[in-house]
Structure formats: C-alpha cells, structure tokens
C-alpha cells in the first residue's frame, strides 16, 4: 500500500519562507507524476507544483516565482519550497503521487500564514 507522510507545515509570518517534505514508501520514480496540491477552506484542491518522471514540472499560476518542486529517488521524497508566503497561501497542503489513472494522497499538512 503507497503510503505519503507529509511534514514541514506550521505557522508562519507573510513574507517568510517554508519548505514541505513529503516522504513516499516506494521508489518516486515508478509513478507517472509526484507533487503537491492545496485545499483552503471552502475551496476546491488545486495544485501548487507537480515534477513528473522525466522531470518535467508545472507549477501553480498563483505561485509562479515562489515555489520550487525538489524530489529525491534516493530518499524518496518531493519537496516543495515556497517563499514570499501570502495569507492567501493559508491551506492544508497535500503530498499527491499518481501512477496511470490512480491517485495517492497523504493525509495533509496546515500552513497558516498570518501576522
């Protein structure tokens, strides 16, 4: 069973910076796409960052010159790191890999960014 165990979510200041960690019980590299998506309240999930296997990203309109996607296969893990943190940016952010039409999610992380 794929499991994608979130960390580095938590309270932070506009203007500041936060790297997520989410770590992949299999090799990263036997899914099509890994990466991170967002759900604020009463809004729909939508994407922050995706790097697929041959390396290729897409990245959030929103968060275009903010947001850098980092995978490992040695460690198995996708990172996703975010500066210049907007209220805006306040969500649960979730670790996602796909593998042909199934999709896996980890169970969240809150970033809440607020003064």
């Known amino acids: 069973q794929v499991q994608l165990v979130e960390s580095g979510g938590g309270l932070v200041q506009p203007g500041e910076w936060l790297r997520l960690s989410c770590a992949v019980s299999e090799n990263i590299f036997n899914f099509n796409v890994v990466g991170w998506y967002r759900q604020a309240p009463g809004k729909q999930r939508e994407l922050v960052a995706t790097i697929n296997v041959g390396g290729v990203t897409d990245y959030a309109d929103s968060l275009k010159g903010r947001v850098t996607i980092f995978r490992d296969g040695l460690s198995n893990t996708v990172d996703v790191q975010m500066i210049s943190l907007r209220p805006e940016d306040t969500a649960v952010y979730y670790c996602?890999?796909?593998?042909?039409?199934?999709?896996?999610w980890g169970q969240g992380t809150q970033v809440t960014v607020s003064s």
């Open positions: 996602n890999a796909k593998r042909l039409s199934t999709n896996y």
